[in-house]
Nanobody, 127 residues
Framework: QVQLVESGGGLVQAGGSLRLSCAAS????????MGWFRQAPGKEREFVAA????????SYANSVKGRFTISRDNAKNTVYLQGNSLKPEDTAVYYC????????????????????WGQGTQVIVSS
């Protein structure tokens, strides 16, 4: 059973940066597509970014494209989300998630596909 733990959230001013980490235990992430999702108060959980098992394929929500970067280090069993030029609308609880896949070119973006989820880390962007 893979367990995911997010870290790196916090309070940041608009225009600032944060780096979120997602560390896995109980299994290796090297055969998983990994994704980041977020949920703001009163809103549904939404896709942010995803990366395939090798790191060769990524996908981003339009709202974060050009500002966020997803990456992974399979040797460290960790996935990262670098967020730059943060906006107040980026305020949310950010969740790391994964599903088993060895696809080289396809990453899925809908929450039900993802088998494992972390507990989330809060990001607050002040204006």
């Amino acid at each position: 059973q893979v367990q995911l733990v997010e870290s790196g959230g916090g309070l940041v001013q608009a225009g600032g940066s944060l780096r979120l980490s997602c560390a896995a235990s109980g299994g290796t992430l090297s055969s998983y597509t990994m994704g980041w999702f977020r949920q703001a108060p009163g809103k549904e959980r939404e896709f942010v970014a995803a990366i395939n098992w090798s790191g060769g394929t990524t996908s981003y929500a339009n709202s974060v494209k050009g500002r966020f970067t997803i990456s992974r280090d399979n040797a460290k069993n960790t996935v990262y989300l670098q967020g730059n030029s943060l906006k107040p609308e980026d305020t949310a609880v950010y969740y790391c998630a994964g599903y088993s896949s060895l696809s080289r070119s396809v990453v899925l973006t809908t929450p039900p596909v993802y088998q494992y989820w972390g507990q989330g880390t809060q990001v607050i962007v002040s204006s």
